[in-house]
């Protein structure tokens, strides 16, 4: 199934003060780490998953409505776990993806091709030229991609997951070719949900790791 043109990735707010002349529009827009994660898991759908597990921590809840835009993106709750009110399995057809409120997982697990994939996401503001701004979303892509650098799995597809921005765009083209050699796809997440890798596509020659 391919999820095209996703709705509502993004949370426009006030800027403060300090950020209002830094924003491109009167107003920010942010795209939660959440908000990465669910883009990325419904474009792993469409690369052939049946399943996918998404690993936000409660702040990530707290920060964006992860029950409503599942719900509003055709999954339909099931079966829940924990305390947590959006933590549980959710179903599409024959599509599962579940919510699970357990860092240290990934934060975007699959399996594709019988290949375990882990993806890190990061999220940020990506209409912003506030420099602590852009620097957040270098540093996110960065953390991302050294999170990964620190798994052992042998045949794992690792992708590193961030919003795409002129920031992001502009280091995902210095990194890429390191990030490769070292076993790591870069993937950049559009307002709409549309990814776009940088370097080589991980699942273009039938689902073979880049180690």
């Not at 055709?74 to 599962?96: E, P, Q, V």
């Not at 994939?117 to 852009?134: D, F, L, P, S, W």
Request: overall charge neutral.
């Amino acid at each position: 199934m391919a999820f095209v043109e996703l709705q509502h990735l993004i949370l426009e707010k006030d800027p403060p003060e300090k950020r209002l002349s830094k924003a491109d529009g009167s107003m920010e827009r942010h795209m939660s780490e959440a908000a990465v994660m669910l883009a990325f898991a419904m474009h792993l759908f469409s690369r052939g998953a049946q399943k996918v597990s998404v690993h936000p921590d409660g702040e990530h809840g707290k920060r964006f409505e992860i029950q409503a835009w599942l719900i509003m993106h055709g999954f339909t709750w099931h079966k829940g776990w924990g305390t947590t009110s959006y933590a549980g399995r959710y179903m599409n057809g024959d599509l599962i993806l579940e919510v699970h409120v357990n860092p240290g997982q990934g934060d975007v697990v699959a399996t594709i091709g019988g290949c375990p994939v882990i993806a890190e996401c990061k999220g940020g503001i990506i209409n912003t030229r506030h420099a602590g701004q852009v620097s957040r979303l270098r540093k996110g892509l960065q953390e991302a991609a050294g999170q990964l650098l620190t798994r052992a799995g042998e045949g794992e597809i690792n992708i590193a997951v961030v919003p795409n921005t002129i920031t992001t765009r502009d280091l995902a083209r210095k990194m890429t070719s390191r990030a490769n050699q070292a076993g790591i796809a870069i993937a950049l997440v559009s307002a709409t949900g549309a990814v776009e890798y940088y370097g080589a596509d991980p699942f273009s020659a039938g689902v073979v790791a880049l180690r």
